[in-house]
């Protein structure tokens, strides 16, 4: 299966700031990559698709990059409901795999 | 708008089944694939097979071959995963998840069954 590594684990920030979360593949997977944001006892939510693809209605402060092996989300002026944990996807293969996960957390 | 409605809570104990239910309204069910996702306390989100109903053969992730079954009913637009041979490692949120138009990313959610596994 291909392994996902985010980085950082957790991150803290403050309101306004740019931040940016890191995604690795084990193995390239072309731009077959997703971010969800995922807030407490709720289920996970679709950012960007493709990559750089921003889903309908998610803020344009959201954006994506990358291909291969290497990706990131940058959030580019932090709001208060922001603060939440962040999950990359990759659907390159028949077996779908997530990253560990990157919380969010208010400095 | 679609929407994933899954069923209620559940209390099982080692070695028995569970069965989730997964209904689909307000768009087309037959041709995206339904996904099913756990995450287990305080744990990251892990992949564990989809089916596409029109096509009715489902994709299992290798860790869980042998142990779970996911079906699609097109005439009641509803998907079920069943899981087997459960042990306190299954407790988890499992949440059924509609594939993208465009690749199996995940656009639309349930909002998550909790399965908890407790002799």
């Known amino acids: 299966d291909i392994q996902m590594t985010q980085s950082p684990s957790t991150l803290s920030a403050s309101v306004g700031d740019r931040v940016t979360i890191t995604c690795r593949a084990s193995?390239?997977?072309?731009?077959?990559l997703a971010w969800y944001q995922q807030k407490p006892g709720k289920a996970p939510n679709l950012l960007i698709y493709k990559a750089s693809n921003l889903e309908s209605g998610v803020p344009s402060r959201f954006s994506g990059s990358g291909s291969g092996t290497e990706f990131t989300l940058t959030i580019s002026s932090l709001q208060p409901d922001d603060f939440a944990t962040y999950y990359c996807q990759q659907y390159n293969s028949y077996t779908y795999t997530f990253g560990q996960g990157t919380k969010l957390e208010i400095k | 708008q679609v929407q994933l409605v899954q069923s209620g809570t559940e209390v099982k104990k080692p070695g028995s089944s569970v069965k989730v239910s997964c209904k689909a309204s307000?768009?087309?069910?037959?041709?995206?694939?339904i996904n099913w996702v756990r995450q287990a306390p305080g744990q990251g989100l892990e992949w564990m097979g989809e089916?596409?109903?029109?096509?009715?053969?489902?994709n299992y992730a290798q860790k869980f071959q042998g142990r779970v079954t996911i079906i699609a009913d097109e005439f009641t637009s509803i998907a079920y995963m069943e899981l087997s041979s459960l042990r306190s490692e299954d407790t988890a949120v499992y949440y059924c998840a509609r594939g993208g138009r465009n690749g199996a990313y995940f656009d639309y959610w349930g909002q998550g069954t909790l399965v908890t596994v407790s002799s």
């Open positions: 307000g768009g087309t069910f037959s041709n995206y694939s």
């Open positions: 089916i596409i109903p029109m096509f009715g053969t489902p």
């Open positions: 193995q390239t997977i072309s731009s077959w």
